[in-house]
C-alpha cells in the first residue's frame, strides 16, 4: 500500500467517539448561559442577547471542537507509535544515527496524525482560554 496523507486519515468508530467525547476531562467546559443574571431594562437586555450570549456560544463550539480533536488525537494515539527505541547509534545502513528504527511506512502516517491533532488540541485550548478571557472583560 501507498502511505500518504490523502489515504491514510481514519474516522473512529461509533464507540470510539463515545468513548472520548464523553470523557470527563472537558466537565465544566462548557458554559450555560442561564446561569447569568439578565438586566431587566431593555438595552442591558439587548446587549447581553446580542454580545454576551453570542461570545458564550462561540465559546462552548469551540469546547465541541477540542472534543473532536482530543478524539482523534487519542485515536492515532491508541494505535501505537512504535518509539521505544526512538533512536540507534549506529543505524541499521550504517549510518550514525537512525532515529525512529522501528518505523514502518504506516507508522510515519499514524505519528504524522497523531502530531497534527496534538497541535490541534494545544491550539484550541488556547482558543478556549482567549475566549473565557473575552468574556471576562464584557463584566470590566
Known amino acids: ?45 439587548m446587549v447581553y442577547n446580542l454580545g454576551f450570549r453570542y461570545s458564550i456560544r462561540q465559546h462552548n463550539n469551540k469546547v465541541g471542537t477540542l472534543k473532536v480533536s482530543y478524539a482523534l488525537c487519542r485515536h492515532y494515539f491508541d494505535k501505537g507509535i512504535p518509539d521505544n527505541p526512538w ?12 532515529y525512529m528504527p522501528e518505523f514502518q511506512a504506516e507508522d510515519w502516517m499514524k505519528r504524522y496524525w497523531f502530531a497534527y491533532f496534538s497541535e490541534t488540541v494545544y491550539f484550541k485550548l488556547f482558543s478556549i482560554w482567549d475566549s473565557i478571557v473575552g468574556l471576562i472583560r464584557i463584566f470590566e
Open 1 to 45: 500500500m501507498d502511505y500518504r496523507i490523502d489515504n491514510t486519515f481514519e474516522l473512529l468508530s461509533q464507540e470510539e467517539w463515545d468513548k472520548h467525547l464523553e470523557s470527563p476531562l472537558f466537565e465544566g467546559m462548557v458554559i450555560d448561559p442561564s446561569i447569568f443574571p439578565v438586566a431587566q431594562d431593555h438595552v442591558s437586555q
Open 87 to 98: 533512536y540507534i547509534s549506529p543505524g541499521k545502513a550504517g549510518q550514525s544515527v537512525q
